[in-house]
C-alpha cells in the first residue's frame, strides 16, 4: 500500500461504497486472526441498520469502522485501520465518527466488545471514555480468548455531546490533518 503521509494532509471520513470492498478486504486480512469474508463484509455494507463508515486519505482507504443500531443503541461490530497508518489517529477519528453517527440516530449509548489481549483497542476505547462492563469467556473461538465488554453512556446528553466535541477538538489539536466529513 502507498504511503501517502508526506503528500496528503487532509483525512475524508465518508460512507463506504462498494468500490471500497478491496481495501477493506486487504486491511480485514491484515488486521484479524479470524478476518470476516469478503461476501460478509460486502453484505454488511449495504445492511439496514448498518453504517460503515472509512477514512480515505488521497483517495486510499486507510481504515474503517462498522456500527450497528440494535433498538436504541449503537454497536460498534469492527474497527481496522491499515498497518501503513496506524498510531496516527485515524482509529481514534473512526471511533470519534461512528459516535457522532450513533448520535444521529438518536443513540445515547454505544457498545462494542474487544480481546482482552488487545492493548491498543483497549486504551483507545479508554481513551475516548469507554468502561468496562463485563467479560465474555471463551469469546473468540479461533484462540479461545475472552472478550472485554466496553460501553459508552450518555452520549446524547448534553454533556456527552460537548464531551464528543471537546474529543473532536483535541483530535484537530494533536494531529497534524485535517478532516473533512463527506
Ligand atoms: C486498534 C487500532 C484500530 C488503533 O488504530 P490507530 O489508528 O493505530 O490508533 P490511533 O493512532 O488513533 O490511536 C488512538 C489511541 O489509541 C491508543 N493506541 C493506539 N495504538 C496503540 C498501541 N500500539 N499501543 C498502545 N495504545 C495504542 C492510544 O491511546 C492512542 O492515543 P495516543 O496516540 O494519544 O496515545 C489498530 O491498531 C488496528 O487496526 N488494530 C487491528 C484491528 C483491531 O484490533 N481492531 C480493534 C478491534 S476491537
Known sequence: ????????????????????????????????PTPWSR?????????????????????????FVG???????????TLAVSPDWRGHGIGELL???????????????????YRVGNGPAEALYRKLGFERVGMRA???SDTGE??????????GSTSGRERLKAAWERWRQERG??????
Do not use: K
Open 146 to 155: 475472552d472478550a472485554v465488554l466496553a460501553r459508552l453512556t450518555g452520549l
Open 138 to 140: 471463551g469469546y473468540y
Open 67 to 77: 456500527l450497528w443500531h440494535v433498538l436504541d443503541e449503537g454497536h460498534i461490530c
Open 177 to 182: 490533518l485535517q478532516v473533512a466529513i463527506d
Open 39 to 63: 461476501a460478509l463484509l460486502a453484505s454488511e455494507l449495504h445492511q439496514p441498520g448498518s453504517v460503515y463508515l472509512v477514512a480515505d486519505i488521497a483517495g486510499s482507504v486507510a481504515g
Open 95 to 113: 471511533v470519534l465518527a461512528a459516535l457522532r453517527a450513533a448520535i444521529e440516530v438518536g443513540s445515547d449509548a454505544v457498545h462494542l466488545e
Open 1 to 32: 500500500m502507498a504511503d501517502t503521509r508526506q503528500v496528503t494532509s487532509t483525512v475524508t471520513i465518508r460512507r463506504a461504497v462498494r468500490g471500497d470492498l478491496d481495501a477493506v478486504v486487504a486491511i480485514e486480512n491484515v488486521s484479524f
